[in-house]
């Protein structure tokens, strides 16, 4: 039986969700931006339920069109969308949030990609009427109404290509009765109301020390993960997917070159691509291949191979560019995209800054990350989670690195163990990063 793989979970997994309702024009938006302004943070992000506004029929949009359809009604949101919206966020996986035009009354055939938030503030008027959305809020707040007919007016004629006329005949047949019919009755599930919307900096000072709280337990829950999850592979071998490059006399005389503190750096850039040419072709080896034929000049046929889908790498910022010069030696057409994984020194987390992966990576035969030295393999760990959220089967990602630590390898492949890892040399434990810093000089 396969040994049983390692739990390891990513900071944005199980993210808080904050829930805003209210009645429109009331200052939920207003109250979110206050949040986010308060918290100061880069992975926080503002679910409109607007966006998951059902595609209207033709019979429907016409009705629109004259200002009498109830978008106040819930049947007017597609729950069932943005319940799997909200599960998928909290798994930590990649989503597709719908963008609706007001002008048109229909979603637009794009979408907008959403990844890795540590909080979502799903602001709506309907936020809390559906119970399974209720069951995944963190937070409920309920932003009081405050003129809030002179605000919606403002906002559709301004930013949703609506008449004066239009605004007023809505709010009065559908907006207002759905305030009584549908809103109001969800203030006894609010932990917080917030009369007076963001001039209320109490009541907002309350939700942002509990969003900080709980991302603190968080951050500290994950860190201690990574430490146990150090000391339960200490002792195991490392796993048969760690390809370890043959000591070769010509890989060890390169290695030589390249840690001795006296080479050039043209000198150390030289044998860096060198080392990296041949890593990257013991890679290419991991990789699915079919079989082909082409016909030779001299008019034979040749049974031979090519890859079974596209090859792309990604580079894990900024070390895997040092790797790059070799990729494009190697394999001049590869794909190639990018993520910033940098470690908070304060917390030893490992934290998310940027993504940019080419949109059909989940299509590709193989999946090539770069990174030229792992340690702890926080990083390695996150960047491969990343992939995987991204659709891309453990089975079909290489880790490529010059040098490891021995516990940074098992705690990757204990726990994505279908990962191939190809490692030029195991290293000291804890071994701090240089090569990048030799490699571009600075």
Request: proline share 6%; glycine share 6%; net charge neutral.
């Amino acid at each position: 039986m396969p040994e049983p793989r390692a739990r390891y979970s990513p900071p944005w997994a199980d993210m808080t969700i904050i829930g805003i309702a209210g009645s429109s024009g009331s200052g939920k938006s207003s109250v979110a931006m206050e949040i986010i302004n308060c918290l100061n943070l880069p992975w926080v992000v503002i679910l409109v339920m607007d966006s998951f506004y059902k595609t209207l029929t033709p019979e429907q949009n016409i009705i629109a069109h004259r200002n009498e359809f109830d978008f106040d009604s819930p049947d007017a949101i597609d729950f069932d969308v943005l319940v799997d919206t909200l599960h998928a966020l909290k798994q930590g996986r990649k989503v597709d949030i719908p963008i609706y035009s007001f002008e048109k009354h229909q979603r637009e055939a794009k979408t907008s990609s959403l990844y890795s938030p540590h909080v979502v503030i799903l602001e709506g008027i309907l936020a809390f009427t559906d119970p399974r959305v209720v069951e995944m809020l963190d937070i409920f707040v309920e932003a009081d109404m405050d003129v809030c007919l002179g605000r919606r007016i403002l906002r559709d004629v301004r930013d949703r290509g609506r008449t004066i006329d239009g605004v007023i005949k809505q709010w009065f047949k559908f907006v207002k009765p759905s305030y009584t019919k549908y809103v109001e009755p969800q203030r006894h599930i609010s932990d917080i109301i917030i009369p007076r919307g963001i001039e209320n900096k109490t009541a907002i000072d309350m939700v942002v020390k509990h969003i900080q709280r709980n991302l603190r337990e968080k951050s500290e829950a994950h860190y201690l993960e990574l430490q146990k999850l150090g000391k339960l592979v200490e002792e195991q071998p490392l796993s048969a997917n760690v390809l370890l490059m043959n000591q070769t006399p010509q890989v060890v005389a390169i290695n030589t070159i390249l840690q001795n503190p006296l080479t050039e750096q043209v000198d150390f850039v030289f044998y860096f691509d060198r080392l990296a040419c041949i890593m990257i072709e013991r890679a290419l080896d991991t990789i699915p291949f079919v079989p082909t034929t082409v016909s030779t000049p001299q008019q034979h046929i040749y049974h031979g191979l090519r890859p079974a889908a596209k090859i792309s790498a990604v580079a894990i910022l900024r070390g895997g560019s040092c790797l790059e010069t070799a990729l494009k030696r190697t394999i001049p057409d590869c794909i190639t995209g990018r993520v910033l994984i940098q470690t908070n020194y304060r917390t030893g987390e490992p934290e998310l800054h940027y993504l940019k992966l080419p949109h059909d990576i989940h299509t590709h035969a193989s999946v090539m990350l770069l990174d030229p030295q792992m340690s702890s393999g926080g990083a390695a760990l996150m960047a491969v989670r990343v992939l995987v959220d991204h659709g891309i089967e453990e089975g079909r990602i290489v880790f490529v690195t010059l040098a490891a630590g021995k516990r940074g390898l098992q705690r990757l492949t204990a726990v994505y163990p279908d990962v191939k890892v190809v490692v030029g040399r195991i290293e000291e434990e804890g071994e701090e990063r240089w090569i990048e810093k030799r490699y571009f000089g600075c």
